[in-house]
């Protein structure tokens, strides 16, 4: 992807990808593919923002939670290297929450709620 990419051809890229994730999971299942086909695409980025930041939280949460435990029987390089991918991990999955809240938000303006 070029650098000059607007937010709504990101959009398009990852939901074309989450779309097709999808129909790898509902290969038989008549249903699902019909309401996948269904279902637009702002709608299916927030399902998964939504998914990613509900089981991300608590991951990273239990990740550092062990961090923390074996952190005084590893060396400082390696405890502060740990505790610095998990801190990062949780940054990215509250900006990832932020995002799906910013996008439901919008979803609501654009409906007139």
């Given amino acids: 992807m070029s650098p000059n990419v607007s937010l709504?051809?990101?959009?398009?890229?990852?939901?074309s990808r989450l779309r097709s994730f999808e129909q790898k999971r509902a290969l038989n299942d008549p249903e699902r593919l019909r309401q996948l086909q269904m279902?637009?695409?702002?709608?299916?980025l927030?399902?998964?923002?939504?998914?990613v930041s509900c089981v991300g939280f608590p991951i990273t949460f239990v990740v550092l939670f062990f961090i923390g435990i074996i952190s005084?029987?590893?060396?400082?390089f390696i405890s502060q290297f740990l505790w610095i991918l998990g801190k990062g991990a949780m940054g990215i999955t509250f900006l990832i929450f932020l995002l799906a809240i910013y996008l439901t938000l919008q979803?609501?303006?654009?409906d007139g709620r």
């Fill in 39 to 44: 279902t637009p695409d702002a709608m299916l």
């Fill in 72 to 76: 005084p029987h590893l060396p400082p």
């Fill in 8 to 15: 709504a051809e990101y959009q398009l890229f990852i939901t």
């Fill in 107 to 110: 979803k609501s303006d654009q």
């Fill in 46 to 51: 927030r399902k998964w923002l939504l998914i």
